[in-house]
C-alpha cells in the first residue's frame, strides 16, 4: 500500500497568526483546501483523507509520481504554510501512513517520491441501517450520538487491522485496508446489528471507492444482507 502524506508545516504558529477571532477562518480556509486537493486527487483517480488537515493523507496506489507532484504543487500553491510531502510504502494502509510520517520527520526535503510498486486497493463504505428513519431518532444531534457509539467500536477494530478509516457525512465512514483482511472485516460487521459495508476493490483508491459505493447500492436493493465485494478493472478517467 503508497500513502503520500501531505503536512502544512508550522501549522499551530499559522493559527496563531489570525488573532482571537480565528476559528471560523481556520475552518473556512481548512475546507477550501481539502475542497481543492479532494478535485485533483480524484481527477488522479486517488483519494483524499483530510485527517487532521495539518497533514492529509492520499492514497497512491495506482497515481503516478508525477500525479504526486501535480498535487504537491497545487498543495504548496493553496496552502498558508510551507508543504512538506512523503510517500510511504505499508503491509497496511496505516504502516505505509506511519512510513510516510516518518519520512517527512527525517527527510531534509519538502518532497521525497520513490520508485514503489502499485497494489491492489481495497476500501469499506460503512454505513448504518435507517439512519435517517424519523423513528430512530429524537433529533439530528442524537442520530450523532447514536452513529459515534457505533463507529468509535468498530474504528478501533479497523486501526488494530491496520486500516485508515475517515467519516465522511451522514452515516458514512470508509476505511481503507489490505485486501487479506476482508475476512475479518466480514466477520466482524456480521456481529454488529444494524451495520453494512460495500467493499470495493480497485487499481485506484477513486475506482475501489465506487466498487464500495455501488455494492453498498447493491445491498440496499435487495436489503438481504450486511455486506457484499465489488470490483472493476480501472476506467480510464481524465
Ligand atoms: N458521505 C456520504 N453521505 C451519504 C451517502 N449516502 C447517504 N449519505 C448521507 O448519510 C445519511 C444517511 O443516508 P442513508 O444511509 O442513505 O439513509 P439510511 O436512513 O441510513 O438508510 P439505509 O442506509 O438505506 O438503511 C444522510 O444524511 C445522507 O445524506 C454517501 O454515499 N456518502
Avoid at 492520499?58 to 504554510?81: F, M, V
Wanted: charge should be negative.
Amino acid at each position: 500500500m503508497k500513502i503520500f502524506l501531505i503536512e502544512q508545516e508550522n501549522y499551530r504558529e499559522w493559527t496563531e497568526s489570525l488573532g482571537h477571532d480565528r476559528e471560523w477562518k481556520i475552518q473556512e480556509i481548512q475546507h477550501q483546501i481539502s475542497n481543492l486537493l479532494n478535485r485533483i486527487t480524484a481527477e488522479n483517480n486517488g483519494f483524499l483523507l483530510p485527517l487532521r488537515y495539518d497533514f492529509l493523507a492520499i492514497i497512491a496506489d495506482g497515481l503516478s509520481n508525477q500525479s504526486l507532484i501535480d498535487i504537491y504543487n497545487k498543495a504548496t500553491e493553496i496552502s498558508p504554510t510551507k508543504i512538506k510531502a512523503c510517500l510511504g510504502y505499508g503491509k497496511t494502509p496505516l504502516e505505509a501512513e506511519r512510513n510516510a510520517f516518518n519520512c517527512i520527520h527525517k527527510s531534509d526535503h519538502n518532497l521525497y517520491l520513490d520508485k514503489l510498486n502499485d497494489e491492489i486497493v481495497t476500501v469499506c463504505h460503512f454505513d448504518i441501517d435507517n439512519f435517517t428513519s424519523l423513528t430512530l431518532n429524537t433529533s439530528a444531534y442524537d442520530a450523532i450520538i447514536h452513529f459515534n457509539n457505533i463507529y468509535y467500536k468498530i474504528n478501533d477494530k479497523l486501526y488494530r487491522l491496520g486500516g485508515l478509516t475517515q467519516y465522511l457525512g451522514g452515516d458514512n465512514f470508509i476505511s481503507f485496508i489490505n485486501y487479506e483482511n476482508i475476512k475479518d472485516i466480514i466477520s466482524m460487521v456480521n456481529e454488529i446489528d444494524n451495520i453494512k459495508v460495500g467493499i470495493g476493490i480497485g487499481t485506484n483508491a477513486r475506482n475501489a471507492m465506487e466498487n464500495a459505493t455501488k455494492a453498498l447500492d447493491n445491498i440496499r436493493k435487495t436489503r438481504d444482507k450486511k455486506w457484499e465485494i465489488s470490483q472493476s478493472t480501472l476506467e480510464l478517467r481524465y
